[in-house]
């Protein structure tokens, strides 16, 4: 087996093996099976053009089409030419595959089931990967590189998976790049010949491996034991800056640099809230005499778009021991401080603490941080709830209704964030709000009026079968359909109120559980929910309920709250007196498949993507992201031609002098400086070169030149025409203070070039492409990191690229100016006709 051969199959090898971490996201491994007959299929590609030759851009493409077509076969033969070529229908159906395996992997808990758009993101991801590493360890022969997309697959394995078996996944991921870098480390020993080893082998056994590949087994090795092993130490941790970047951690803001990875704040709720049969999430301890308002808030979803409510960026602090007063609360509203204590299922990872709102002090252990705005507490460095015990203290704020009407506008500021709605909302938002809650005197009773609207008067139903989608026209499609969950009631309330200049948000956490017979209360999967919160100046942050059927009915929107019996109303939801039911209701259970419906909570928040066409149309996104790609390459374009004019200079180099020194024979032997030698002693031509083979040698020897002066101007040695080679080979070892080895490799160069343009019989000398690279070595290692980059990414020698297209103009000018005066001296003067027509 060939080197590059052999190169190309370790390359397949280690992409499937760090894919391999993959495995436990999802119930069936089928995927993998499937991920490494496409990989086969696309390194065989690869293989082939590189045999062919092509260029190395036209084989990286080749690769790139043949992926194409092979998900295409897979994924939209159906919507495809002939199966294979892909129109705007498939990839409408590539984008409807991502969008639907986006949702699925926010809403279910790992491992997840293997949906086709699951499959889709995790196969694509693994063949775009394998591309990457076969191009750059394989077509461009630098293994090293290779690593960071293969650290990039690995790393969102590791991020989504539990940690429990993360160092297993390691070592099977760190061995695939291992055995890569010996792969390429084996084949390019194999250029300089017959592998050396140390001492003789013992008779009757074989020779042992070369000592540098031995040499990098054991520092493979090694490498591998302290990456494994340094995580155990007990070692100082290191918060904010870049390195708290990745994972889930706390720093300086939501969403920002080494803040929390999600921005969506409910992927760890929705997770668990797809699974078909209802589980037991909290166990709580209370000594509130009112379950009925045990409500537990997540977070609040403060940022609305018109398309989606998220929580805003803002700054987090280290828990305090005692939580500040809650915004807004005046000291005639009355209060009492309740103690609850939590216990969190040892399966229910969730990233926020749910706790009652307003919390005024909790004690926790782990690592947490404190959000002040919307008084929430968030895990820092991947913390979250799984198994963990804690205590909140909260109060339980009780208006009247009558300090809820006599509350004055909220302040400027806070008015200002939280009535903010965007202008692509649709008008009948603000226009149904209008009509509803006319004749109203104040904020309140405006949002009693929507409150009772949307749960007893409006003849909405809830409904976790309905298709309602997603969108800047979700809303609107709500309020004509009024069908919808717990999701579209919230949002639509919330969005309604910001309309009327009452400040709104939504709220994100868990209904009251059952009561248990020992005492305690059970939060299940089923008591998922969300509410509306408004604000009220004197009061604060106020929920209502506008879902029917779920959650309780606030006692402060109710007719009459100062006698001991409720009027006879119709309710919006259960009554503040009853009992939860342990047991969750037809209307709100819902199984799977309703869920993949957009069911039950597994639509918070609704994703920006519109079901009924509200996203981005697919030549919309295909533009952009051609033009992103365009831009890219257009970025790149100096990098590629210079790595393509080495490749061409030294490769014909190389082969221009193997070829002549296997036609060499006796004859006659000049010496001098730069005599290029063999075995057996110097190279030379024949005594009678042919007239092809001196052309040939003369060109290419003066192609290494120019290439090696092209690599001394990539790092800030410029070329000067002026002098003669010998004297410009010693101004480069001047100037790049060379040590005598690379020293001498430039004279060498220099030498051939004085003996093909000056001898009377030009020689072929070869190892000159050898002799270039030593030198690019050479100055790399004298370079800083600047210069290193530069000379790679923005090489100054590229600049000839331009300056071959201006002599190229040139000539093409040229070209036609001859002919068209040729074409002038054909014609008769004002006849109009040539010398080859009669006369008449």
Avoid at 145 to 170: E, H, I, N, R
Avoid at 250 to 261: A, E, H, K, M, R
Wanted: aromatic share 6%; net charge neutral.
């Amino acid at each position: 087996m060939s080197g590059r051969a052999r190169l190309t199959l370790c390359s397949a090898a280690a992409t499937l093996m760090a894919a391999s971490a993959l495995l436990p996201l999802v119930q069936q491994t089928s995927w993998i099976l499937l991920a490494a007959v496409l990989l086969a299929v696309q390194c065989a590609v690869g293989a082939a053009t590189r045999r062919v030759p092509l260029a190395r851009p036209l084989t990286v493409l080749a690769q790139a089409l043949v992926t194409l077509a092979l998900l295409t076969l897979v994924f939209a033969r159906e919507q495809a030419l002939a199966g294979l070529v892909p129109g705007p229908q498939a990839f409408q159906h590539f984008a409807d595959l991502l969008r639907a395996g986006t949702d699925d992997v926010g809403r279910y808990a790992i491992p997840a089931p293997l949906s086709d758009g699951i499959r889709l993101m995790m196969v694509g991801g693994v063949l775009l990967i394998g591309l990457a590493v076969d191009t750059l360890a394989v077509t461009y022969r630098n293994a090293a590189p290779a690593g960071l997309p293969l650290l990039a697959l690995y790393s969102v394995a590791a991020g989504l998976s539990d940690g429990g078996t993360d160092w297993l996944w390691f070592l099977v991921a760190g061995g695939g790049y291992l055995m890569l870098l010996l792969a390429e480390g084996r084949e390019r020993l194999s250029q300089w010949g017959r592998v050396f080893g140390g001492a003789s082998p013992a008779p009757g056994r074989q020779s042992g491996p070369a000592a540098p590949v031995r040499t990098g087994r054991r520092i493979g090795a090694a490498a591998l034991g302290v990456a494994l092993a340094v995580p155990l130490l007990p070692l100082p941790a290191i918060d904010g800056g870049l390195l708290d970047g990745a994972g889930t951690g706390v720093g300086q803001g939501i969403g920002g640099g080494g803040t929390i990875s999600a921005v969506n704040p409910l992927v760890s709720l929705r997770d668990s809230l797809n699974v078909d049969e209802d589980r037991t999430v909290l166990t709580l301890r209370t000594n509130s005499g009112d379950l009925s308002d045990l409500y537990l808030r997540i977070v609040s979803l403060d940022d609305f778009d018109g398309t989606t409510w998220q929580p805003s960026k803002r700054d987090v602090v280290a828990v305090p021991d005692d939580l500040p007063n809650p915004p807004g609360l005046g000291a005639d509203i009355r209060r009492t401080e309740i103690t609850t204590r939590v216990s969190a299922a040892d399966w229910y990872a969730q990233d926020w603490l749910p706790m009652p709102y307003p919390p005024s002090g909790v004690r926790v252990s782990g690592r947490w941080r404190y959000e002040p705005v919307g008084m929430t507490v968030v895990g820092d460095h991947r913390q979250t709830t799984r198994g963990r015990t804690y205590e909140v203290k909260s109060l339980q704020v009780q208006p009247t209704a009558q300090q809820l009407a006599s509350a004055p506008g909220a302040r400027g500021a806070l008015r200002g964030e939280y009535t903010r709605v965007p202008d692509t909302l649709p008008a009948v938002v603000s226009q149904t709000a209008r009509r509803i809650t006319e004749g109203s005197s104040n904020d309140y009773e405006r949002a009693v009026k929507l409150q009772d609207w949307f749960a007893v008067t409006g003849g909405f139903t809830y409904d976790t079968e309905v298709k309602v989608g997603t969108g800047k026209d979700a809303i609107a499609r709500f309020l004509r359909d009024k069908q919808g969950f717990c999701v579209h009631f919230s949002f639509a309330m919330a969005a309604m109120a910001r309309t009327l200049d009452i400040p709104a948000r939504v709220a994100v956490g868990f209904a009251p559980g059952s009561p248990q017979s020992d005492g305690s209360v059970a939060v299940s999967l089923k008591d998922a929910h969300a509410w509306p919160e408004l604000y009220f100046e004197g009061v604060g942050w106020t929920r209502f309920e506008p879902t029917p059927t779920r959650g309780t009915t606030p006692p402060y929107t109710l007719p009459d709250t100062s006698g001991s019996a409720v009027p006879d109303l119709p309710q919006a939801s259960r009554s503040a007196g009853a009992a939860p039911s342990a047991e969750p209701s037809a209307s709100t259970s819902c199984t799977s498949d309703d869920e993949r419906l957009q069911g039950c909570l597994g639509a918070l928040p609704p994703d920006q993507a519109d079901q009924g066409g509200g996203g981005p149309p697919w030549y919309e996104i295909a533009g952009w992201t051609g033009l992103g790609l365009a831009a890219l390459v257009v970025l790149l374009l100096p990098m590629l031609w210079r790595l393509r004019r080495r490749s061409v200079r030294l490769a014909s180099a190389q082969h221009t002098g193997t070829a002549a020194a296997s036609r060499s024979g006796p004859g006659p032997r000049a010496a001098g400086v730069g005599q290029p030698t063999t075995d057996d002693g110097p190279a030379v031509l024949p005594d009678v070169p042919s007239q092809e083979v001196t052309e040939a040698a003369v060109a290419h020897v003066l192609a290494v030149w120019r290439e090696l002066t092209d690599t001394a101007w990539d790092y800030g040695i410029p070329p000067d025409d002026a002098l003669t080679p010998r004297r410009a080979a010693a101004r480069i070892v001047r100037l790049g203070e060379l040590d005598d080895a690379v020293a001498g490799s430039v004279h060498r160069v220099a030498g051939a070039v004085e003996q093909v343009l000056f001898a009377p019989q030009p020689q072929a000398a070869p190892g000159l492409a050898e002799e270039v690279r030593r030198l690019r070595l050479g100055l790399r290692a004298r370079a800083g990191r600047r210069t290193r980059l530069r000379a790679v990414v923005a090489p100054r020698s590229a600049i000839r690229a331009v300056w071959d297209l201006s002599d190229r103009w040139t000539a093409v000018k040229a070209t036609w100016s001859v002919r068209l005066t040729a074409l002038t001296h054909r014609i008769r003067p004002g006849r109009g006709t040539t010398d080859a027509q009669p006369d008449g």
